[in-house]
């Protein structure tokens, strides 16, 4: 399970990671897409974020209940919901916390429209989520792995690599 605000690379480090321990692949943003038949951006601008956070409380619970290990990038905000948070410190559940600075994340995000949180001051807005969210996400995870050094060192595609074989390393057999 990769945890982390928008921008740290749940989802693209989350495909590599996936490939290296062949193992499926599910971005919960996309499950409640597909599920619900709305963007995430239409449930928050129609229902808000409390039924959104419903939702995705359901769809985490339906993941991380499946029979076969799977590699999970959660929403950014999928910690902020209690009964998520349990299911994520189960034994068998190993989470891994992306971090990286709030203006290096922003430089990563700008004007991309499914990030309905972010809209007018992306920086400002993940120095807030961080603030809230950082105990929650400690809290969660086994490991924190911070991806901003790995794409300092190296071009886009190979950092992402790079720290997916680093986090392979660290999932327990």
């Known amino acids: 399970m990769l945890v982390g605000l928008s921008g740290t690379g749940k989802t693209s480090i989350g495909k590599r990671l ?5 193992r499926p692949f599910v971005d919960t943003d996309d499950e409640i897409e ?3 038949g709305r963007t995430v951006r239409g449930i928050f601008a129609s229902d808000g974020e409390p039924a959104f956070r419903e939702i995705e409380a ?4 339906d993941l991380l209940g499946a029979s076969e290990p799977a590699v999970i990038a959660a929403g950014g905000g999928a910690v902020v919901t209690e009964s998520t948070r349990r299911l994520l410190h189960q034994p068998e559940v190993f989470v891994v916390w992306l971090t990286a600075t709030p203006a290096f994340l ?5 004007q991309k429209p499914h990030r309905p949180l972010l809209d007018d001051d992306p920086i400002g807005t993940l120095t807030r989520l961080f603030d809230e969210r950082a105990g929650w996400y400690t809290e969660v995870a086994d490991i924190e792995f911070d991806v901003q050094p790995a794409h300092h ?3 886009k ?9 680093q986090i392979a390393g660290m999932v327990p057999a």
């Open 18 to 22: 996936a490939n290296l321990l062949e």
């Open 157 to 165: 595609p190979e950092a992402k690599d790079n720290i997916a074989r």
């Open 58 to 61: 359901k769809v985490m619970a």
């Open 153 to 155: 060192a190296a071009p």
């Open 106 to 110: 922003a430089s990563r995000i700008s």
């Open 34 to 36: 597909e599920r619900t």
